[in-house]
C-alpha cells in the first residue's frame, strides 16, 4: 500500500470547525457515537455530522433530527450553507417534489439559523455511492453525511439540460479544497464523481442546489426554488492541515522509462530497467506486463477477469528509483499520475504490445470554469430565462466530429517513467491523525460489488459521527496539490478500489 502524508502548519485566523466532543443519544432508537473530539479554539461556523446505519430503509428524519442540537448557530455576516451527502437508498431524501426533504431540512435550517435569521438561506444535496466513516480501517456504508459550510466559501455551476451533454466530462461533481491566507502556503483539494441515480429519481447522477425563503406567516423555511448543479466546488480557509492519501498499489513490473508514445497511447518502453544501458533500447510496452501479469494472478488464485492494471507515470526529471511509502509524497508532488491501463497487448506489427491508458486526470474542468456564488445561481437566471441558452452545443457534435483535447493530451512522454501496479489484496490500515479540535473530510474509491458488511453500525442502530464529512465513489476519486509558491499544480485521477484520502483540518 502506497500512502502519502503531508503536514503542512500555519497559523490564520480562520479555520475549521467547533462543537464536538458530546455524545450523542437517543435511547429509543440506539444512537451511537464512534469517535468524538474536544472542543477548540477553531472556526465554529464549520461543522459536520454523518450518520451511518446498515438498516436504511429502517430510517427516518426523526431519528437524524436529535443530532441537530449539538450544531452551532449560523453566523449573520456569513450564513451557513448544509450539505449532504445521501446514499442511495436515501435519495428520496434530496427529492424537491417529495416529502422527506422539508422534514429534516427545515428543522436544520430552524437551528442554525435561530436568531436574526436571514430571509433566503440555501442548501445543496448530492447522492453518492456510500458515506465515509473514516477511522484506521476502510468504513463505506449506507448512510448521510452533513457539512455546514460557510456560504461565501462555495461556487456552482448549472447542469446543462441532458438533451446538450456532448460527454461524460459533463457529469456533475463535488469539489472540496482547503485553503490558507499565505501566499506561500500548500493547499490541497479532493474530487468526487457522484452515485448514478437515474432509476431512483430520473436524474443520471443528482447534485442540487436549493433556495429556501422564510415564510412570515408561519415563520418557517419554505423550498422557493432548486437548480440542477453540474459542479458544486467548497473552499475550507484552515489553520493546519494534515493530508493522508492512501493507494493499495502493487508493482507487477520493474520501473522503465518510456521510449516511444502518443497521446494516451504507450508503444515501447525501455529494455533496460536502469539509465546505465542504452536508453533509446526499447522493447513493446506491454511485454513485460504480459509475462509478469499471468504469473502474480496464478499465484494468488485471483480471476483472470478481474484483475485491473494501474499506471504509475513519473516525469523524466523524477528522481525516485523505487515507489515507497516513503517517498510516494515526493513522486505526486512533482507531478507523477495514476492511469488505468484501458486496452492493449498482444497485436504484430506496429500494434504490437500497444497499450491504451485512461488520459483523464481530473473531472469537470470545463464545467467549473463556470461556477458563481450561490446568490447568482439563483439571481443570474429568472424564472422563465432557459438555463442552457449559452451553453448549446457545437453543431458537429451531433455528427461525431467533436473533438475531445483531453484524449489528445501526452500521457507519458518520452523520457518519463512507467510502472504497472495491481490493488493490494493485503488489509487497508488507513492512517488516522484526527486530533482534538479536528475536523476530518474523507473522500474514497469504491468497488461496485463491495459489500455494506464494511460499516462499523451495529444492526440496531444509526452510528453517529462527529466532525466528520465524506464519501465514496464507485466510480474515482481525483486529488491536486498546489506547491508551497501557488505557481505550480499537480493533479491526478485516482480509480483504483481502495484509495483513500483524508484530510483533517483545524
Known sequence: MLTLTGYTPSSITRAGCAGAGRRLSRSTYGLLTVRKFSTGHVNGQWQALTWATQQPNHVTPDDIIPSYTHLRPSSKQSPLVPILFASPEFTAWTEPTGPLLSQWATPLLEQIHRSEAPKTVYTIVAVVDKVSSGGNISTSTEGLSLLLADSSCITASIATPARLKSNSSDEPAFFLATRKSETNAQSHEIGLRLAQTVFRNGRDRTLLGMRWTRDEASNNYILDRYHDLSSCSVTAPVQETYCA????????????????????????VSKFTTDDGDTNAGIPASAELEKELPRYVSERGIPHQRVAVWALVEPAASSSTEITQQNIQNSLSQGSKIHRVVSGGGGWGKKQGLLSLDPEVTFAAGIRSREISLDEVFTAFSETDPVFTNDLPDFLEGLGLQVN???????????????????????????????????????????PDESSETSPTTSEGVVVIQNHFGAVSESAISYSQKDSSQASEYETKISVPGSRIDLSVA
Open 245 to 268: 492519501v492512501n493507494v493499495p498499489f502493487h508493482p507487477v513490473t520493474q520501473r522503465r522509462r518510456v521510449v516511444s508514445s502518443m497521446g494516451n497511447i504507450l508503444r515501447q
Open 405 to 447: 483535447i483531453a484524449q489528445l493530451s501526452q500521457v507519458a512522454s518520452p523520457g518519463d517513467y512507467i510502472q504497472f501496479f495491481v490493488t493490494s489484496e493485503d488489509d487497508i490500515n488507513y492512517k488516522d491523525r484526527s486530533t482534538p479540535s479536528t475536523l476530518t473530510y474523507s473522500f474514497g474509491v469504491g468497488s
